[in-house]
């Protein structure tokens, strides 16, 4: 992407936000000018806020839906393969004050999410039900595998075709928060309340071979809540958003750190600025769009760190966003 490209009403960029006001945005991004807005009253947020202290979210019992094939498939989750515990449990929390999952881990969701399909029969065809709030979901390239993050700190592998699943437990009883692949397949991240970042390495998942996970390493990322984790389209990057009000951006040749970006103020008489709550690279991997709770999102250079447009108009909180500038790449 080129900062200074594109032209109002022909400009191929989608870059879209959406925050606790109840607001849709979309923008030129090139420009920071806003070119529509929708409302979405009483409708979900990407990532909710919290509960409060000791109330749940909902009763409803956590489930994935999808209809694939628009033929009838088994209910349920299949064999299931769990235990495989990629890193030592540590059962703790980071320090961040309350449990996560009850009433202190962000983007939990109280509904079953649902994938629904290309047609006009929106009748679910396949459940994949877990025992926890699940806050995240990731397709893995190949199209045949989901990850499912969940609030009891369980990463759960669904197998499409099969049915079968698989479960990684990085931290028992920490959120994971998100969950992500790189484009090329190589890598898996997940971020969850204690601030890390479990990556593995992927085999396998071409053809009737099953994806494989095997433990890269785990990045002590931020010193609170991790929110987000992306890869960058050429899968040479991975970034991490945080409540600690940044987003670290690594290498993933040695997940040595590259760039941190920080909204945190200067002023020592200025409160914080709130959550780096989600982001999105450019296609060409040299930009990053990132939302934060002070009511703005930024388009940053990812080598410098330079803020590069700032897009303001939400009232409240950016707790999420869309960017796809691919067309340009």
Same mark, same amino acid.
């Given at each position: 992407?080129?900062?200074?490209?594109?032209?109002?009403?022909?400009?191929?960029?989608?870059?879209?936000?959406?925050?606790?006001?109840?607001?849709?945005?979309?923008?030129?991004?090139?420009?920071?000018?806003?070119?529509?807005?929708?409302?979405?009253?009483?409708?979900?947020?990407?990532?909710? &806020?919290?509960?409060?202290?000791?109330?749940?979210? #909902?009763?409803?019992?956590?489930?994935?839906?999808?209809?694939?094939?628009?033929?009838?498939?088994?209910?349920?989750?299949?064999?299931?393969?769990?235990?495989?515990?990629?890193?030592?449990?540590?059962?703790?929390?980071?320090?961040? #004050?309350?449990?996560?999952?009850?009433?202190?881990?962000?983007?939990?969701?109280?509904?079953?999410?649902?994938?629904?399909?290309?047609?006009?029969?929106?009748?679910?065809?396949?459940?994949?039900?877990?025992?926890?709030?699940?806050?995240?979901?990731?397709?893995?390239?190949?199209?045949?595998?989901?990850?499912?993050?969940?609030?009891?700190?369980?990463?759960?592998?669904?197998?499409?075709?099969?049915?079968?699943?698989?479960?990684?437990?990085?931290?028992?009883?920490?959120?994971?928060?998100?969950?992500?692949?790189?484009?090329?397949?190589?890598?898996?991240?997940?971020?969850?309340?204690?601030?890390?970042?479990?990556?593995?390495?992927? %085999?396998?998942?071409?053809?009737?071979?099953?994806? $494989?996970?095997?433990?890269?390493?785990?990045?002590?990322?931020?010193?609170?809540?991790?929110?987000?984790?992306?890869?960058? &389209?050429?899968?040479?990057?991975?970034?991490?958003?945080?409540?600690?009000?940044?987003?670290?951006?690594?290498?993933?040749?040695?997940?040595?750190?590259?760039?941190?970006?920080?909204?945190?103020?200067?002023?020592?008489?200025? %409160?914080?600025? #709130?959550?780096?709550?989600?982001?999105?690279?450019?296609?060409?991997? $040299?930009?990053?769009?990132?939302?934060?709770?002070?009511?703005?999102?930024?388009?940053?250079?990812?080598?410098?760190?330079?803020?590069?447009?700032?897009?303001? #108009?939400? $009232?409240?909180?950016?707790?999420?966003?869309?960017?796809?500038?691919?067309?340009?790449?």
């Amino acid at each position: 992407m080129n900062a200074a490209q594109g032209t109002v009403g022909s400009d191929p960029v989608i870059l879209a936000t959406a925050g606790y006001d109840h607001t849709v945005r979309f923008w030129q991004a090139h420009s920071g000018i806003c070119t529509r807005t929708v409302q979405h009253q009483d409708s979900v947020s990407f990532l909710p &806020p919290p509960a409060a202290p000791g109330r749940p979210r #909902g009763r409803a019992r956590p489930m994935l839906r999808t209809d694939l094939n628009g033929a009838r498939s088994r209910t349920g989750a299949g064999c299931t393969r769990a235990g495989r515990t990629a890193w030592p449990a540590s059962g703790t929390s980071g320090g961040h #004050g309350g449990s996560p999952g009850r009433g202190a881990a962000p983007a939990a969701l109280s509904a079953p999410p649902r994938l629904p399909p290309r047609s006009r029969n929106l009748q679910c065809q396949r459940i994949f039900q877990v025992n926890a709030p699940i806050n995240c979901v990731c397709l893995h390239p190949n199209q045949a595998e989901l990850i499912v993050g969940d609030q009891s700190g369980a990463i759960h592998i669904w197998d499409l075709k099969t049915d079968h699943n698989e479960q990684l437990i990085p931290e028992p009883e920490v959120s994971v928060n998100s969950v992500h692949i790189d484009p090329d397949a190589s890598y898996m991240a997940a971020v969850n309340s204690s601030g890390n970042c479990y990556v593995w390495n992927l %085999t396998g998942g071409i053809g009737e071979e099953v994806t $494989q996970l095997i433990p890269k390493t785990k990045i002590p990322a931020h010193n609170r809540y991790a929110l987000q984790c992306k890869f960058s &389209p050429d899968s040479t990057l991975l970034a991490t958003c945080s409540a600690d009000q940044t987003c670290k951006i690594w290498r993933t040749s040695n997940f040595s750190l590259m760039t941190e970006l920080s909204i945190k103020s200067n002023n020592p008489g200025e %409160t914080s600025r #709130g959550w780096m709550w989600d982001c999105a690279f450019s296609g060409d991997s $040299q930009y990053i769009v990132t939302a934060s709770s002070d009511n703005l999102a930024r388009l940053w250079c990812v080598e410098t760190g330079e803020i590069k447009r700032e897009y303001s #108009g939400h $009232q409240k909180a950016v707790v999420c966003l869309a960017f796809n500038d691919s067309v340009l790449g």
